[in-house]
């Protein structure tokens, strides 16, 4: 058997790179797994402008890569696999990848959560044939088009404005009157010519152009019940997300939406397994909180490693 | 990018890729896109493991539009693969490479596999 860590964190987000440096630093020699996901949401981001320390912004998937590479500096060890199965309720804890499997003695949950799906049909086989979670991503290959971007926080917002770069036109349309967009994002994209509103309306069809590709939606009016049918090639769907916790269910006490309910900073309801970022955390869902999280689930980790409970002791 | 990802072009897609002698697994990606950065350790593992058996190579889409445009790529990554000419799989989402591998494979058989002596070992 190979050795038991002092601690794995399940998660390369910034939660999880910064429990990662806290951790290297505390010279625990932290396993991290990056998970399919690795670097988390702002992977998918442009220009990060509310990171402090970078007056400028800088690109998100560049402050991935900072973060990663300063965990790596004080010894953290990352790899580029995905946990299929834990095994929270034994000690030492189970962490397994397809490959291999982990023992640790405290593991720090930083998994972070997925862009939510419309649920309609067709939306999963056409990812990539016209629907799309990652503007920045996909948005170049919608020059001269009209598409759409679903919902109404500032992702769709953003993603509704930076697509304006490609598209000729971007319907927006968001099931609520009001949109829950923070008040610049709502001006930038009010103020751009080239977006069109379809507010108090939902998307009840995506349509198929035969090939598999997206050729429109069709889109109810919540108030007159009048269906329109919007032809564009591209659906960006920006209606917020949902937690990484599927791995835990059934082990680690979840909320009514999924989320890992953490109490007393960063613990979970299983001694020695801390939860850190958007995994544990509907609300502030930010780079830099989730940051900070994560050197609070390190720290307690660390406080938790010097005072192991007797009964749990492996070692 | 290790040197068993070949780099694939607008200019030499109609001889390495459409005309080659084997399979070739195209990854079609751009220096803007965060996600294709988290499949590249994926698909550099996979060129080592399917060294002989299938050519695997990325493209720019931002150098060589023509390619992406024709085969109506509208997301990224985008891993194509051809087998005589024909695209006989296309996976658009981020995929474990477990999973890639089983995809390969059905169009991978042992027979097509002529040059199996120079099939790496399984990088640890």
């Known amino acids: ?315 | 990018m290790n040197e068993h990802v070949q780099t694939f072009t607008d200019n030499n897609f109609e001889t390495d890729v459409l005309k080659a002698g084997k399979p070739v697994l195209v990854d079609l990606w751009a220096p803007w896109c965060g996600p294709c950065k988290r499949l590249e350790p994926t698909v550099d593992a996979l060129a080592a493991e399917y060294l002989g058996k299938i050519t695997i190579g990325k493209m720019n889409v931002d150098e060589n539009p023509d390619v992406s445009f024709k085969y109506q790529v509208r997301g990224i990554p985008t891993l194509l693969l051809f087998k005589d000419g024909q695209v006989v799989e296309s996976i658009v989402v981020l995929a474990h490479k477990e999973d890639l591998k089983k995809v390969i494979d059905k169009h991978v058989g042992a027979t097509q596999a002529d040059d199996l002596q120079n099939v790496t070992a399984k990088p640890a």
């Open chain 1, 1 to 315: 058997m190979a050795d038991i860590r002092n601690v794995i964190v399940i998660g390369s987000g910034p939660a999880g790179l910064t429990a990662a440096l806290y951790t290297a630093r505390a010279n625990l020699q932290p396993l991290v797994i990056e998970g399919l996901e690795a670097g988390g949401q702002l992977m998918l981001t442009t220009e990060v402008e509310n990171f402090p320390g970078f007056r400028d912004g800088i690109l998100g998937p560049k402050l991935m890569e900072e973060m990663r590479a300063q965990a790596a500096r004080f010894g953290a060890d990352l790899v580029h696999d995905n946990v299929t199965r834990v095994d929270l309720c034994t000690q030492p804890l189970l962490v397994r990848t397809p490959d291999a499997e982990y023992r640790a003695k405290s593991v720090i949950i930083a998994t972070g959560a997925s862009a939510k799906l419309l649920g309609l049909p067709g939306e999963r086989t056409m990812m990539g044939r016209g629907v799309s979670t990652c503007a920045t991503c996909d948005g170049y290959f919608f020059r001269g088009h009209d598409i759409a971007v679903i919902g109404g926080g500032d992702s769709a917002m953003e993603e509704a404005v930076f697509l304006t770069r490609f598209a000729s036109k971007v319907t927006l349309v968001h099931r609520r009157d009001g949109l829950r967009a923070s008040k610049i994002m709502q001006d930038k994209a009010h103020a751009n010519p080239k977006i069109e509103w379809m507010l108090d309306s939902q998307v009840e069809e995506i349509m198929d152009d035969g090939k598999g590709a997206v050729k429109g939606i069709g889109v109810r009016h919540n108030r007159t019940q009048v269906r329109t049918d919007v032809p564009v090639t591209g659906v960006f769907v920006a209606i917020g997300h949902t937690p990484n916790t599927s791995l835990f269910r059934g082990q680690l006490e979840l909320d009514a939406n999924g989320y890992v309910i953490t109490h007393d900073g960063s613990k979970t309801s299983i001694a020695g397994v801390f939860a850190c970022g958007d995994v544990q955390d509907h609300i502030y869902r930010q780079a830099v909180t989730a940051a900070g999280s994560g050197c609070m689930a390190a720290l307690d980790a660390e406080r938790y490693l010097d005072h192991v409970p007797e009964h749990l002791q492996t070692v």
